[in-house]
T-cell receptor, first 115, second 116 residues
């Protein structure tokens, strides 16, 4: 069983508020990812990190920001939430091993609703 | 343009029969393919994967087939059980061929419904 945790599971918040979605993993994985998924749609990569102090933007443009100060922690922040940010946010982690294929482990997700 | 396509939004199969979920991709640099299972309001759970050097990988009731020339893969579940009812996502990566961005590229998913 994967040890990757997201909090909160559900969040309803008003427009203009600043929010931080938490993601922590206890597996010591170097790579971490944030995906966004709308109902019935594919998961879109919005941010990823190769390790501490490394952050990159993904394929889907997002107004959110991330940080990676510690290996186990990869929070996502929205400075000013808008209704268009309503979605499910999924965090994942993966251990890169040279010459070996690995899978990403996902957290349970945060369902964000901005009203 | 979608690089990973799951053209069947839903699939209904009788319990005990075989479920076949299909996935097509367009990026020839993809070299690693995975299937994830997802229940509502939960994160995806890894099921099975296959690298481009293989054409088949089996794990219990789950078998994934890869046809590189057709850029097609499929997931077979046999026999299908009620607990298999979920959304199944096909995902692909080009990390080892260096041909694409990091992370996984997902399809839109297929909702599998197992009927008793």
């Amino acid at each position: 069983e994967a040890d990757i945790y997201q909090t909160p599971r559900y969040l309803v918040i008003g427009t203009g508020k600043k929010i931080t979605l938490e993601c922590s993993q206890t597996m010591g994985h170097d790579k971490m990812y944030w995906y966004q998924q709308d109902p019935g749609m594919e998961l879109h990569l919005i941010h990823y990190s190769y390790g501490v102090n490394s952050t990159e933007k993904g394929d889907l443009s997002s107004e959110s920001t991330v940080s990676r100060i510690r290996t186990e922690h990869f929070p996502l922040t929205l400075e000013s939430a808008r209704p268009s940010h309503t979605s499910q946010y999924l965090c994942a982690s993966e251990q890169t091993t040279r010459g070996s294929y690995t899978e990403a482990f996902f957290g349970q997700g945060t369902r964000l609703t901005v009203v | 343009d979608q690089q990973v396509k799951q053209n069947s939004p839903s699939l209904s199969v009788q319990e005990g029969r075989i479920s076949i979920l299909n996935c097509d991709y367009t990026n020839s640099m993809f070299d690693y393919f995975l299937w994830y299972k997802k229940y509502p309001a939960e994160g995806p759970t890894f099921l099975i994967s296959i690298s481009s050097i293989k054409d088949k990988n089996e794990d219990g009731r789950f078998t994934v087939f890869l046809n590189k020339s057709a850029k097609h893969l499929s997931l077979h579940i046999v026999p299908s059980q009620p607990g298999d009812s979920a959304v199944y996502f096909c995902a692909a990566s080009a990390r080892y061929s260096g041909g694409g961005a990091d992370g996984l590229t997902f399809g839109k998913g297929t909702h599998l419904i197992i009927q008793p």
